[in-house]
């Protein structure tokens, strides 16, 4: 850009809309508004970053004194940027024009190593870094509070989001530390997942509590980009007094290792100094018929975990039934008197212990038969003696963070999973709201298929083993039973409502069927979504009957899918006891009687048979208020 001399204020106007094309901001700084570092100014730099004072280093005030064009580049939070600054003339008036660009970041962590001083700042943070720490604090003596700051979930999320998850967990604890610490203190990338804290000006007494404010500043933070992300910490924090920097690190390393398996957790010396800490110790069940193994082993964990005791199988049952939360792992010996480990684990399996409590099994006994049992049975670990009790140590930390993690991701694979049938609620309640409108299908019928449909899926599932129907499956056909009539959207106002049709009007109607299932196949035309395919099979297929009497396609017996048997049982049922079209509404015990006797071939005699076992259930279900839960 040239830049002229005695430019008009439209010109420059004219121009800056041209440089807003390329620049992320620019500005026209006036001579007063420059300043020198002696006389201050109003805006400059300061207007850009939002900082409060000038910039030692000031490119709009060098162009302005120099009458020249200079650029510099400029750190800003976690992000580079390029400023230039170009003397300019208008209507007269000495100006400057100042344009930032801000830098992509890849060009940025190259040209970071090029800046003065940045060999000690972690290139995604801005923050000091590792080499920072052992060049320049490591051996020094200090007189501050000392914490290590761990992110419970930054590993997890790069598992499950990729790694840009994991470093916006990061930049985002930065930021929000930054924001809370006085401008003595230090905060350092002390490794992938952990941040050091040094503050040196802080009081003894207050040092605890400031954590305890990061610790919950932290976990209020939002993760932008990852609204499902939730930024917790655990952090260990030492005062100490004239003490070298790597012994103080070393003691909040250890610290920060008690507060890990509890997650979300401040523990200090303080409180490990008076025995607080332990309520944040994981629990270790030694069961072993040898009172010498259980000595043993004990004293090898007792430092670090809370142990309990077991001397044979039974009581090992009877312990993790009393006290099924409060036990993070098992040590289990093969052989004992009684009942052994291989039946202890068998039955906690049954039991679905294993979910929670994970099993380590002890044994001289190293056999590959022996250990795949094991295996096969739910053990998450094998041990034979004799051992190292460092490798038992690390193994049973090893394994309670494994089941931490996993516990974690099935509470956010949870949480997705609600989110999206929440939505799909959602969705499907708009729709029946436009059927109501459309052909004065009610919501209520609506509800009530869905109802009879759910009760009835779960019946199937516990008497007949031969259809695989979780959990999972049950909720998707019920919801997807809500739009067994969409395609009467698609019919004309003359068809609907009415009670009395000719033939034709009535081949017509029965196009609903069809039209539905397309509606549908429309939104998925791939197929893979479960739930559209659901859908559109019940669509298609709910006036089907077993005996082949139905439409569209006249499928007969388990040709018609089960989901649009169940789901046309349930509509057949509610037509009968609402009074479908203007007809007289049957009794429930008359409709039972209808469906079971005078239409029986119409229907699945299995799940006729489940109609009736749930008859008086289903009642008093339909009678309830709306409010209740279909699972």
């Not at 909040?252 to 409180?271: F, G, H």
């Not at 989110?419 to 309640?429: A, G």
């Not at 008497?463 to 969409?486: C, F, G």
């Amino acid at each position: 850009m040239a830049e002229k001399q005695n430019r008009t204020q439209k010109q420059n106007e004219r121009e800056i809309r041209q440089l807003k094309k390329i620049f992320s901001t620019v500005q026209l700084l006036e001579a007063d508004e420059i300043g020198s570092p002696a006389r201050g100014g109003a805006r400059g730099c300061r207007g850009l970053w939002g900082g409060s004072a000038l910039c030692a280093n000031c490119v709009a005030r060098k162009a302005m004194e120099e009458h020249t064009r200079c650029s510099k580049l400029e750190a800003y939070g976690n992000s580079l940027y390029e400023v230039t600054a170009a003397w300019v003339q208008v209507d007269g008036r000495d100006c400057v024009l100042e344009m930032s660009q801000k830098l992509d970041p890849e060009a940025a962590r190259a040209l970071t190593g090029f800046v003065d001083g940045q060999e000690y700042r972690d290139m995604l943070t801005g923050m000091y870094n590792r080499q920072y720490y052992e060049e320049k604090i490591q051996t020094e003596k200090l007189t501050a509070g000392v914490a290590l700051i761990a992110l419970d979930d930054a590993g997890f999320a790069n598992d499950v989001y990729g790694r840009y998850a994991g470093e916006a967990l990061l930049e985002t604890a930065a930021t929000v530390i930054r924001r809370s610490i006085a401008a003595s203190d230090q905060l350092i990338r002390y490794s992938e997942d952990e941040l050091l804290l040094l503050q040196p000006d802080i009081k003894q007494e207050r040092f605890a509590q400031k954590l305890e404010q990061l610790r919950l500043q932290l976990y209020a933070a939002e993760v932008p980009g990852y609204a499902r992300l939730q930024l917790s910490v655990s952090i260990g924090g030492v005062w100490v007094q004239d003490t070298e920097a790597d012994s103080a690190v070393r003691r909040a390393e250890r610290l920060v290792q008690y507060a890990k398996p509890q997650k979300n957790t401040v523990i200090t010396s303080e409180a490990a100094g008076t025995g607080d800490w332990l309520d944040c110790r994981q629990s270790v069940l030694i069961v072993d018929d040898s009172a010498m193994n259980r000595r043993l082993l004990s004293e090898i964990l007792g430092s670090q975990f809370d142990t309990a005791e077991a001397s044979s199988g039974e009581e090992c049952l009877r312990l993790l039934e009393q006290n099924r939360t409060g036990i993070s792992i098992v040590l289990l010996d093969v052989h004992m008197k009684g009942i052994d480990g291989f039946t202890v684990l068998e039955a906690m399996n049954q039991q679905n212990m294993l979910d929670e409590i994970p099993v380590i099994m002890i044994s001289s006994e190293g056999t590959v038969d022996s250990v795949r049992r094991a295996y096969d049975l739910g053990a998450s670990d094998y041990i034979s003696r004799p051992f190292d009790a460092r490798v038992v140590y690390q193994r049973v930390t090893n394994t309670i963070r494994l089941y931490a993690k996993q516990r974690r991701l099935s509470a956010m694979v949870a949480d997705q999973v609600h989110e999206t049938e929440k939505n799909s609620q959602l969705m499907i309640s708009l729709l029946t709201q436009v059927m109501e409108k459309r052909n004065g299908e009610s919501r209520d019928h609506v509800r009530r298929v869905q109802i009879t449909t759910a009760m009835l899926l779960t019946h199937l599932a516990q008497k007949n083993e031969q259809y695989q129907l979780s959990r999972a499956a049950r909720r998707r056909i019920t919801m997807a039973a809500a739009l067994h009539d969409v395609g009467k959207m698609e019919l004309e106002d003359r068809l609907l409502n009415r009670k009395e049709l000719t033939r034709e009007e009535w081949a017509e109607l029965q196009q609903h069927t069809v039209l539905g299932a397309k509606l549908l196949e429309l939104a998925d035309p791939d197929r893979e979504e479960a739930f559209v395919h659901t859908a559109a099979e019940i669509c298609r297929w709910h006036h089907e009957r077993y005996d082949g009497s139905g439409y569209p396609d006249g499928l007969v017996g388990e040709q018609i899918p089960l989901a649009a048997q169940v789901v046309g049982l349930a509509d057949a049922y509610e037509g009968l006891v609402s009074g479908e079209n203007g007809q007289q509404p049957y009794p429930h015990q008359a409709a039972l009687y209808l469906l079971c006797n005078t239409m029986s071939e119409k229907f699945s005699p299995l799940l006729l048979q489940c109609l009736q076992e749930i008859g008086n259930a289903l009642a008093a279900a339909l009678a309830a208020p709306d409010e209740q839960d279909l699972w």
